[in-house]
Nanobody, 115 residues
Framework: QVQLVESGGGLVQAGGSLRLSCAAS????????MGWYRQAPGKQREWVAG???????NYKDSVKGRFTISRDNAKNTVYLQMTSLKPEDTGVYYC?????????WGQGTQVTVSS
């Protein structure tokens, strides 16, 4: 069973930065794709960024140039570096591990950006 634990959320002013971390248990991290999603109050969960097992990255258009996803396979951890944060980036951020037909989700970490 895979467990994911996010950390690094918090309250930040617009224009500030945060780095989210997601630590995974188990032995499949290095061969799994990883991603970050977020859910704002009253809205559906949306995809934010993804990174393949080989390190290829993709981003939601609205975060390109501001967010960077990375992974450290030695630490079984994926990161989301967020800069130039905007109030519309507020939400609960979830990491997900995807492999073959399975997905595993973390419990989420709150990010609040004040204007």
């Amino acid at each position: 069973q895979v467990q994911l634990v996010e950390s690094g959320g918090g309250l930040v002013q617009a224009g500030g930065s945060l780095r989210l971390s997601c630590a995974a248990s188990g032995s499949i991290f290095s061969i799994s794709a990883m991603g970050w999603y977020r859910q704002a109050p009253g809205k559906q969960r949306e995809w934010v960024a993804g990174i393949s097992s080989g390190g290829s990255t993709n981003y939601k258009d609205s975060v390109k140039g501001r967010f960077t996803i990375s992974r450290d396979n030695a630490k079984n951890t994926v990161y989301l570096q967020m800069t130039s944060l905007k109030p519309e980036d507020t939400g609960v951020y979830y990491c997900v591990l995807a492999i073959t037909m399975s997905e595993y989700w973390g419990q989420g970490t709150q990010v609040t950006v004040s204007s």
